[in-house]
């Protein structure tokens, strides 16, 4: 499963690095239809996790993992001899979905296949993604290099090709038994229910995908705010930008096990949000003083400003997995976590807004108000998820079939 996931995040490293340059000289589309193309796919995204946890509760995940990989096979190929926009728009859209429900059931597969062990397989899986990402980025440089349209071509080809062999591999792995739809059942013909709990009426868990969003803010800080604040408002050379993703990649490939095994108990994962919020508001603090800053002091504090990022991402990939899980009713994991994979989604098309529309107009004060704002909210996600624990796991308590029992009489 994890070579799996290596080939698939491989290609989606290929797609990132070249697909904006395909549609500008191979389709020949301009900045603003490409723009539109990019939004109208981060907004089919968002629907794409809860719509496989709602499909995972039915059928088994394995096939609907395949299904989503051989969906970009299909979509991805058909790029390569489409050139209409209205045709693009929901080929590149379709495309997006797949890619964030196939996350999404990744992350069901994983939860059901690792049990207890979940933070370790989260961790490798966390450094196979860094690692395949990185590999793709490099077979993209090498295409782009060449610059010509078959060039571009072999690049998308490739991107198709690694779904294929993803769902060969996931084909061939062995699912463990749906544990959500055999709880669904046990529950139904114990209460008389028609299914099982549902995560859209259960504001408990939608308040944790809700406050999770501006837990997810780094990805947009390393991949947005980084670059485009050393460009638009420091003296430090442009130079450096790949100096941040190369910081990023190492670190996580190195740290990512160390860390998960610090905070794999839920409430560990807990104290996580708190470390996170902190570790922001250290980030946002350095990149406000680069600005005016030397050459020297403003690549300096830029650096350190992409290791913490990169400290918060590694607290963030342990908090959100494991509280997503743990925070979820056992028997409706597949539909709660598909609910919670948004949490990513919306933030990916939410975040570089918030940062080129708020943050980089206001300034070194939009930094350190979006610091604090993280960290303020950090401590509300945690004290909720606190609160919350102790309801799931009250019943694993001496007291609480006492509590049951008298209730129920």
């Known amino acids: 499963m994890l070579f799996a996931q290596l080939l698939d995040r491989t290609g989606t490293g290929v797609w990132g690095a070249s697909s904006v340059l395909y549609f500008t ?33 039915r059928f088994p ?70 690692a395949g990402y990185a590999v793709g980025a490099g077979i993209a440089a090498a295409g782009l290099a060449l610059g010509t349209r078959e060039a571009y071509q072999a690049l998308i080809l490739a991107d198709a090709l690694s779904f294929l062999a993803a769902a060969a591999l996931v084909g061939r792995t062995r699912e463990p038994r749906a544990e959500g739809r055999v709880a669904a059942g046990a529950g139904e013909r114990a209460t008389g ?28 800080i390393l991949a947005v705010g980084l670059p485009l604040w050393l460009v638009t408002h420091t003296d430090a050379p442009h130079a450096l930008i790949p100096a941040f993703l190369v910081i990023n990649t190492v670190l996580v490939v190195v740290l990512q096990l160390r860390v998960s095994a610090r905070y794999e108990q839920p409430r560990q994962a807990a104290a996580a949000v708190s470390a996170y919020g902190l570790t922001m508001l250290a980030c946002c603090i350095l990149l406000a003083l680069t600005a005016g800053a030397g ?73 350190i108000v979006l610091g604090a704002g993280i960290a303020g909210l950090s401590v509300v996600q945690r004290r909720s998820a606190v609160r919350r624990l102790d309801s799931v796991l009250a019943p694993a308590g001496p007291t609480a079939p006492s509590r049951s029992a008298a209730h129920a009489g």
Not at 36 to 41: N, T
Not at 74 to 100: E, N
Not at 338 to 367: F, I, N, R
């Open 61 to 130: 995940v394995r096939s609907l993992l395949i299904g989503c990989h051989l969906l970009r096979l299909g979509t991805l190929g058909a790029l390569l001899v489409v050139t209409r926009f209205d045709v693009l728009l929901p080929l590149v859209a379709v495309t997006y979905l797949g890619d964030r429900a196939a996350k999404a059931l990744e992350m069901l597969f994983a939860t059901r296949v690792a049990g207890e062990r979940r933070a370790t397989y989260q961790a490798l899986s966390r450094s196979t993604a860094n």
């Open 193 to 220: 229910r028609t299914g099982a709990p549902s995560p859209w009426r259960d504001r408990g868990y939608l308040r944790f995908v809700l406050l999770d969003i501006p837990m997810n803010l780094d990805d947009s």
């Open 25 to 57: 000289f191979v389709i020949g589309l301009d900045a603003g239809r490409i723009g539109l193309l990019l939004a109208a796919a981060a907004v089919a995204g968002i629907a794409g996790s809860p719509l496989a946890g709602h499909l995972a509760g």
């Open 295 to 367: 050459a020297v002091a403003a690549s300096v504090a830029l650096l350190a400003a992409a290791v913490l990022v990169t400290a918060a991402e590694l607290l963030r990939s342990v908090s959100s997995w494991e509280l997503a899980v743990s925070l979820a009713p056992e028997g409706a994991r597949a539909s709660y976590l598909g609910v919670a994979g948004m949490a990513q989604s919306v933030q990916k098309s939410a975040g570089p807004l918030l940062l080129t529309g708020a943050v980089m107009t206001a300034g070194p004060v939009g930094w």
